[in-house]
């Protein structure tokens, strides 16, 4: 094929992308630490001013002053890198303490951080789920892309290789049924997420390790979108729902709740430190700089100990919600602090991002196929505790005016089709 033949195939794939409606396009923003959600809009046309709708920094620690002073203080005393792999003089006594902070977050012997939230989900399914012969991994069909990257890694097809059985989201009667199914003395595990980030919903965790108890199952729980939120000191959902004890291993990140960077693992000793000695993608890259473990480390413990965070962040999302129906606008009544606007197509849902952005100053990114399946484009809004009542009442408005309002392309195929 040759470098011709293969940049001949990225053109074609990236028009058919073009054409659905789904190419990404990158809004170059710059965050501004102190006024935040504000952030300034480094080129394009419109307003400079923009109010971010769709950050994952859920309690805005990320800009939290003492988590800031943390990782300037790291930066200055350790240097800007890690130097190496953990093994190989990448290990700072911050890195140790986050991690045991980390443990003692989801009631556990021990913790293991990674380079990603990506990286924890997608090394430590591969390595558990290639450990032995013969493994069976029960899968939720909306588990995120790192899980299935983990689980597909391990289930290869060769002789031996583990085998991944897909069951429909949160549904317990068919993963009862599927593990029920399966033979009795095989290596199983369950994996599962307990916030579902693109449609807010989330999972009866309880539930689901009773039925791992009863078929020999070990549980996976990815924490990710719940870390830092749920539970009196942020330890996710497991912990509000006081089934921590039952969860096998719990996943996070520290990208999100916590607002600053890495993913980490906390189970046993035994699997943490068999994680340790065996995940490629814990051994083999330099690990995470002492100054974002640092920050990390302040607002974990900020935000174990502080609960008003938690109360201020569901407050937000209610007032965001009470505001949205009054103005009729629809949003999917999720369980969680994540409120989707569902839109329905690539192109409408594109281009009501678009014109928040350009005329009214508002950032809020459209979620598009391989994201959620095709229909069921939406809006994604993550309102936390620096939002103010003034910007939902634009939010609100902008949003009223323009869910209103069919595309133009969309009015031209009504206007054919009619
Ligand atoms: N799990 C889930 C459910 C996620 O949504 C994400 C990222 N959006 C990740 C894992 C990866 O986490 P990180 O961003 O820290 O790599």
Partial sequence: MGTTGFEQHCRRTLADIQAQGRYRRFTALARDGVRYPHYDRASGSGPRDIVVWSSNDY????????????????????????GGTRNIAGTSPLHDALEAELAALHGKEAALLFVSGYVSNQASL????????????????????????????????????????IFAHNDLADLEAKLAAAPADAPKMIAFESVYSMDGDIADIGAICRLAKRYGAITYLDEVHAVGLYGATGGGVSERDGVAGEVDLIEGTLAKGFGCHGGYVAASAAI?????????????????????????????????????????????????????DAAGVPHLP????????????????????????????????????????????????????????????????????????????????DDVEA
């Avoid at 805005?60 to 300037?72: F, L, R, S, T, W």
């Fill in 126 to 165: 591969q390595t558990i789920l290639t450990s032995m012969p013969g493994w069976i991994c029960f899968s939720d069909e909306k588990n995120h892309a790192s899980m299935i990257a983990g689980i597909k890694g391990a289930a290869n097809g060769r002789p031996g290789a583990a085998r991944c059985v």
């Fill in 272 to 324: 943490i430190d068999f994680l340790r000695s065996t995940a490629s993608g814990f051994i083999f890259t330099t690990s995470l700089p002492p100054a974002v473990v640092a920050a990390a480390l302040a607002s974990v413990r900020a935000v174990r100990a502080q609960n008003h965070r938690r109360e201020h962040l569901f407050e937000r999302v209610a007032a965001l919600r009470a505001r949205l």
């Fill in 334 to 413: 999720t369980p969680s602090h994540i409120v989707p606007i569902p839109v329905g197509d690539a192109e409408r849902v594109a281009e009501i991002s678009r014109r928040l952005l350009d005329e009214f100053g508002i950032y809020a990114t459209p979620i598009n196929y391989p994201t959620v399946p095709r229909g069921q484009e939406r809006l994604r809004l993550t309102p936390g505790p620096r939002h103010s009542d003034a910007m939902m009442d634009a939010l609100v408005a902008a949003l009223s005016e323009l869910m209103a309002e069919a595309s133009p392309a969309r009015r031209q195929r």
């Fill in 59 to 82: 309690l805005g620690m990320g800009v939290d002053p003492d988590v800031v002073e943390a990782g300037i203080a790291a930066l200055r005393d350790h240097g800007a890198g890690a």
